[in-house]
């Protein structure tokens, strides 16, 4: 069936300070979940969810990472939902219960993040053996025309998701269209590419790195875990002028 016949539906919702991203072929048709968002907002995906495809359940959840934000209303999905979760190997300890993510101290916070954010976001969440590595083949499970790719740096097992036929990259942390200092703000609104968040980020060369790796892969659109998707000459431009500069390294470290 050719594209016209059967569009792929990409859709985003924001949760407070990150958003989750829901790719389907059509409405009622199978479809997954990219990123759970931030605490208290799993009601409010089901029911984007069930707008969008008509009530199903996803067929998978994928992880970039994670991180407090990523991972928030994914207790309340699987509550829901009993569908395998899949991220990166090296980001599994931090999903089952065996490692936490570097200590951190968050800014910033508004009143709203204050009540949401947890008492430890560092803390790994424990998923037990719902939570499934991502094959090594760099398929994504229920999504055949996307593949995964490695950007560590943000978190050891990060991975951003591209799709080869229209060129739309979906990056998590690991590049952000909202000024990393704002990335937990409520109002952040900015058509920009700038780096991840520096709270949890541990690994600043290897960021760099995969920075690189996304600006080499020329997106056509782009979604990122913080900010509004960006696209065309405007997301083109910028990934181009962000990646000749580089990352700043650790940016109020220096
Ligand atoms: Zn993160
Ligand atoms: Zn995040």
């Known amino acids: 069936m ?4 059967m ?20 409405a009622g048709a199978d479809w997954i979940l990219i990123d759970a968002g931030m605490p208290g907002f799993a009601a409010a995906i089901a ?3 069930a707008e969008l495809f008509a009530g199903r359940a996803p067929l998978a959840i994928v992880l970039t990472h ?4 990523h991972v928030g209303s994914l207790p309340g999905l699987l509550r829901r939902w009993d569908v395998p979760v899949y991220a990166h190997k090296h980001e599994l300890p931090f999903l089952t219960g ?3 993510y570097p200590a951190s101290v968050l800014v910033g916070g508004s009143g709203l993040l204050s009540r949401i954010v947890p008492r430890h976001p560092h803390k790994g969440i424990d998923l037990g053996e719902q939570v499934l590595a991502l094959p090594p083949d760099g398929s994504v499970p229920g999504l055949p025309e996307w593949r995964w790719i490695a950007t560590p740096g943000h978190s050891k097992g990060h991975v951003s998701l591209f799709r080869e036929d229209d060129r739309t990259l979906i990056a998590g942390d690991a590049i952000l269209s909202v000024k ?3 990335a937990f703000t ?19 060369n290897r ?8 600006a080499r892969l020329k997106p056509e659109a782009l979604f990122c875990g913080h900010g509004l998707p960006m696209a065309g000459v405007a997301l083109r431009d910028s990934l181009e002028r962000f990646a000749a500069n580089g990352l700043p390294c650790g940016s109020s470290s220096d």
């Not at 050719?2 to 016949?5: F, P, S």
């Not at 994670?66 to 934000?69: L, N, Q, V």
């Not at 409520?186 to 600043?204: C, I, K, M, Q, S």
């Open 2 to 5: 050719n594209r016209e016949a």
């Open 7 to 26: 569009p792929i539906h990409i859709d985003y919702m924001r949760t407070a300070a990150s958003n989750v991203i829901l790719i389907g072929e059509s």
């Open 47 to 49: 029911g984007k969810a």
């Open 66 to 69: 994670g991180h407090f934000d």
């Open 98 to 100: 065996k490692a936490d």
């Open 180 to 182: 990393p200092e704002a």
């Open 186 to 204: 409520v109002l952040a609104r900015e058509e920009e590419v700038h780096g991840p968040p520096e709270p949890f980020t541990d690994d600043w």
């Open 207 to 214: 960021a760099g790195e995969s920075v690189q790796k996304l």
